[in-house]
């Protein structure tokens, strides 16, 4: 047996597995099953090739309203000198779809023929005259289908390894088929272990965390073709974990164990699977998600492949996309999911570890001619960050990363066509640009935001990486907002500045208030725990210049220095006990239940390039700038001001 104790690289890890599978016969379809050809044969692999019992149609078959003909008895009508053709012994009348009598080969349309009598006057009845006049000749087979037209028996209809698609339901009932073979769902057993874990619903407390990841987990191994069953929590006591194992084993085809997989003092997940059987690798050189498990379980009766999935909720995703996706798709007989993919530049400088393989989520836009992807958050705890991406990107191990500009590809969850709707916005932060998102999203139009700062977003602007700028930049000079640092990053940039909100500044603070602060004075005073945004954000300019103006050095601020990138997580900080208190809006104090202190109002900005403000993408933007719906979603967000909301300020 080998044992890995230690990261090695993805690669061997994928060797070790497939060896493993190859020994215990389940690198191949697991077992195939014949279902009814109906609506629940959708999203099923064929299990073998499917050929046609019959062809399509069976019979030479009329493809309009008309009448049937010998083709050579059509000779030498003209319009000039039509032709009658006796109804009975030379023509008859066909339906759509009516088999061609055995004597016919080509129909003449209805609207192309008169219809008379003995007499030869025309009448109305075209479907029982004496004849049909006609005054064109047709070749062989017009307007015919002709036997096999679609498939001929024994014809390939589908290969082994389709995905069973709605039309591929009337290719093989349109050949004869009633039933399709099909390779069997992989049963696979989705194990939470945890005793922090609460089930979605409970009641938390400080500690408990919501057991979400079984969920993710089922449903991705659901799409990908297996049947997924989640087990109860499992608490963290060995015996329970090794017991609940042994259960899982005998019933499924293959086991996800997820609990915190490291080397913790409450770690059992390795030590489980090496006491029920062979612990293949302990540790994938891989972020995130590098803790993981791979391993084979005897269940007395069978081989069971286990895989012991990280806790971190990326990490899971993470691991069901590289490992549990490409077996799932060997026991189905097809091949691995591909993703589209995209060339992309990086909109900024993005440091990857040296020996891991680094799976990057990214937001992609499409700014004039380039096609930009600017790196999302790389914690393996925040999953927003994979319902935010558009894709991702693997930077391989030995790669420190890339520069600003550099091209990578970027595998993409969302559909290429997606990044030609996508609004592309680059700087502060503001909670009205969800709601904007929101409404953006019915008026066929994506809004795309990477949370830099303000100063941070004109920069982007100048390179050229974004479609516009959400900006609140104090001039301590004029009092006014954005202008001057505009004319100072932009300079041969012309722009227009649009308002989007007035907005409230002030102290987020705990519930009551408990430090009693009224100002940036008594932060200064007292023993005061301090959470500040980022260099360039408009809140740092904004703090800045009313402690110039207070006389209030920034080293008398106890925690100056502790950066956050937005509102809401300078009020998590907050909320969570790491600060007394910060500089924010209003809205993310009330988003958290935290009190709030107003000290200041300011303007919040779009700063948009007349390139993109005189362009199709942006007209949905500028017309909800005046939408009265909008305008009353923002109005129910606190400290907020909608009536300076569309006013252009510059160009």
């Not at 002030?506 to 500040?532: E, F, Q, R, T």
Request: aromatic share 6%.
């Amino acid at each position: 047996m080998s044992v890995y104790l230690h990261d090695i690289p993805l690669i061997q890890a994928h060797e070790a597995f497939a060896n493993a599978l190859q020994a215990a016969g389940l690198d191949g379809v697991l077992a195939t099953e014949t279902i009814p050809l109906d609506e629940h044969a959708i999203g099923r692999t064929t299990a073998e090739p499917v050929w046609a019992k019959l062809s399509s149609p069976h019979y030479h078959a009329s493809a309009m309203d008309g009448f049937a003909v010998r083709a050579h008895d059509t000779d030498g009508a003209l319009l000039t000198s039509p032709k009658t053709l006796i109804y009975g012994e030379q023509t008859e009348y066909v339906d759509t779809g009516d088999p061609l009598p055995d004597w016919a080969n080509g129909v003449i349309k209805i609207e192309d023929t008169e219809a008379v009598n003995s007499e030869g006057t025309l009448i109305d009845d075209k479907r029982n005259p004496h004849g049909i006049r006609i005054r064109e000749a047709i070749p062989p087979w017009r307007n015919v289908r002709p036997m096999g037209e679609d498939m001929v028996a024994t014809q390939l209809v589908l290969p082994a390894g389709h995905l069973i698609r709605p039309v591929d339901l009337g290719a093989m009932a349109g050949s004869g088929h009633t039933s399709v073979a099909v390779a069997k769902r992989p049963k696979v057993a989705v194990l939470p272990t945890g005793s922090e874990l609460k089930a979605i619903g409970e009641p938390v407390v400080s500690g408990d965390i919501i057991e979400y990841n079984s969920v993710v987990i089922a449903a991705q191994i659901n799409a990908w073709g297996g049947e997924a069953v989640r087990f109860p929590i499992t608490v963290d006591i060995f015996e329970n974990i090794q017991q609940t194992v042994r259960e899982a084993a005998r019933e499924h085809d293959l086991i996800l164990l997820n609990a915190g997989s490291s080397a913790g003092a409450e770690d059992f997940s390795a030590g489980v699977v090496d006491s029920l059987g062979d612990l293949l690798v302990h540790g994938v050189a891989v972020r995130p998600g590098h803790p993981v498990i791979l391993g084979m379980i005897d269940s007395g009766t069978k081989k069971v492949p286990i895989i012991g999935v990280p806790g971190y909720p990326v990490s899971a995703a993470l691991t069901g996309e590289i490992f549990v996706e490409p077996l799932l798709g060997k026991w189905l007989g097809r091949q691995a999911q591909e993703r589209p993919t995209v060339e992309a530049e990086l909109t900024r400088k993005h440091v990857s570890p040296l020996g891991d393989d680094e799976y990057a989520r990214m937001v992609v836009g499409r700014v004039g001619e380039r096609v930009l992807a600017a790196p999302l958050s790389r914690g393996a705890g925040v999953i927003s960050s994979l319902v935010r991406a558009d894709g991702i990107t693997v930077f391989p191990a030995g790669n420190q990363g890339q520069p600003a500009g550099a091209k990578v590809n970027v595998r993409l969850y969302t559909a290429p066509s997606a990044i030609d709707h996508t609004i592309f916005s680059i700087g502060s932060h503001d909670m009205t640009l969800d709601l904007l998102a929101q409404f953006l999203s019915g008026r066929e139009r994506r809004l795309t935001s990477a949370n830099v700062g303000s100063l941070g977003g004109l920069v982007a602007l100048r390179r050229g990486e974004c479609h516009l700028a959400g900006s609140h930049l104090l001039d301590p000079e004029t009092g006014d907002y954005n202008l001057a640092d505009i004319a100072k990053y932009l300079p041969d940039t012309p722009v227009k500045v649009v308002t989007l909100v007035g907005r409230e500044q002030g102290l987020i603070v705990p519930k009551g208030n408990p430090k009693n602060l009224k100002s940036l004075a008594d932060v200064a005073a007292g023993d005061i725990a301090y959470v500040n945004r980022q260099r360039g954000a408009g809140t740092r300019v904004l703090l800045d210049y009313q402690l110039e103006q207070a006389g209030i050095g920034a080293e008398q601020i106890s925690g100056y220095d502790r950066e956050e990138y937005t509102h809401l997580a300078v009020a998590a900080a907050i909320a969570g006990g790491r600060a007394d208190c910060g500089l924010g809006i209003t809205a993310a104090a009330r988003a958290l239940e935290l009190d709030f202190v107003p000290l200041f109002q300011e303007r919040y900005d779009l700063v948009i390039p007349q390139e993109y403000a005189e362009s199709e993408l942006l007209i949905p933007l500028f017309d909800l700038l005046q939408d009265s719906n909008f305008k009353q979603a923002v109005e129910q967000l606190p400290g907020y001001d909608v009536g300076p909301m569309g006013t252009v300020v510059s160009g």
